[in-house]
């Protein structure tokens, strides 16, 4: 973003240090066992996102919950019986799942888990911004506050954020994209829009690296390259696959290569072993100055999450989401939007 837009105000994002739980068998199926006695108590239901452990995604599919994106987890959780919903990923994800669930309660695991595409779009700072642009469109992609969500025309997942924006520009509408620079270059470059870009990133997806990937391609010439377009657009055009966290997996399954590069939240390679078993699964690297690891791909918001916090959690009613009505009701809106166009994408489709 060129200095001619003052009121753009990107904070700095400091990740915190990354500290995953580590379990002995025996914990583990004790936490298990406990987890789900109290989610029987208490009507509850578990969504975890596929950037979470494998302890957690195994868990909500033994107790019919959900693995997914965090729109299939909200909507998910707005199907279900339930009525409690616990979300293992993510503070936006707990208030998506709120805003379009306001009769359910809804549960964080650690509610001090954030997302840095959040962390980089405070409302405080985007709403004026949107202000000065009155003749835009505004878009957000879904990692983003309910209070950003509230100010947004149209909410986008990376699945579906080329193809909306595709359409608002076949309507002649000019578009303000906010949080994530790199897949709003990408949707700009393939939807061919009028895009004025927030310039926020992802800190996992930001850490991939061209050249160290093209090493690695080398050296696995037969490997099909899978990444999230939240990664820089070097990376990008390096795929054969670009899409959102559902379509990698997809890839994976459909593709006949035995091994793939892949360049997104190594969390997901849990789903992409069991949906493929026996095809490899290679991490994009990360490797850059500093870097203490080959690929460091893995999100330390993410990592809060574990079974010890989920059994807190529950017994003690920690982490519910609250969301400011007045604020929930535009925030529904911008999200509905885009669910009502899926769904008219289907019907076309059938």
């Known amino acids: 973003m060129s200095a001619s837009y003052p009121l753009m105000r990107i904070p700095v994002v400091q990740a915190p240090p990354m500290v995953e ?26 969504l975890a996102h596929y950037y979470t452990s494998a302890d957690l995604q195994d ?3 033994e107790t019919g919950g959900c693995v997914s994106d965090s729109l299939e987890m909200a909507r998910f959780g707005h199907a279900h019986a339930a009525r409690t919903i616990v979300v293992a990923g993510v503070r936006f994800m707990g208030e998506t799942a709120k805003i379009l669930n306001p009769e359910k309660r809804v549960l964080m695991i ?38 950003v969500k509230a100010r947004a025309d149209w909410v986008v997942t990376s699945g579906i954020a080329a193809k909306i924006v595709r359409h608002l520009h076949e309507r002649g509408e000019k578009i303000l994209w906010a949080p994530d620079r790199h897949l709003g270059r990408y949707v700009q470059r393939v939807s061919g829009a009028d895009m004025l870009l927030w310039e926020g990133s992802c800190v996992v997806h ?40 559902t379509q990698l997996i997809d890839a ?3 593709l006949p290569n035995r091994s793939f590069i892949v360049a997104t939240d190594n969390g997901i390679f849990h789903k992409m072993r069991a949906t493929a078993p026996g095809k490899l ?17 893995h999100c330390p918001w993410m990592a809060m ?9 529950l017994e003690g009613g920690a982490g519910e989401v609250r969301i400011d ?11 509905t939007r885009m669910l009502d166009f899926a769904a008219a994408e289907r019907r076309r489709a059938a």
């Open 252 to 254: 994976v399954r459909t």
């Open 59 to 61: 868990l909500a599919e």
């Open 110 to 147: 650690d509610a001090a888990a954030e997302c840095s595409l959040d962390l980089n779009c405070p409302a405080e700072s985007f709403i004026p911004f949107c202000d000065a642009h009155p003749d835009r469109t505004v878009v957000v992609y879904s990692n983003t506050s309910a209070a």
């Open 21 to 46: 739980e580590h379990l002995s068998g025996a914990e583990r199926e004790a936490l298990k066992e406990r987890i789900k006695a109290l989610m029987r108590a208490q009507d509850a239901v578990l």
């Open 206 to 245: 930001e850490a991939f690296r061209a050249d160290a990937l093209k090493d690695l391609m080398a050296r696995h010439p037969e490997a099909a390259v899978l990444v999230h377009p939240e990664s820089p657009e070097a990376v990008i055009e390096l795929a054969d696959v670009v899409g959102s966290t």
């Open 281 to 297: 699964i290679l991490e994009a690297p990360t490797v850059g100055e500093g870097a203490t690891c080959t690929s460091c791909a």
């Open 325 to 335: 009505e007045a604020v929930r009701v535009k925030a529904v809106r911008s999200i």
């Open 305 to 313: 999450n574990g079974l010890r916090k989920l059994a807190q959690v």
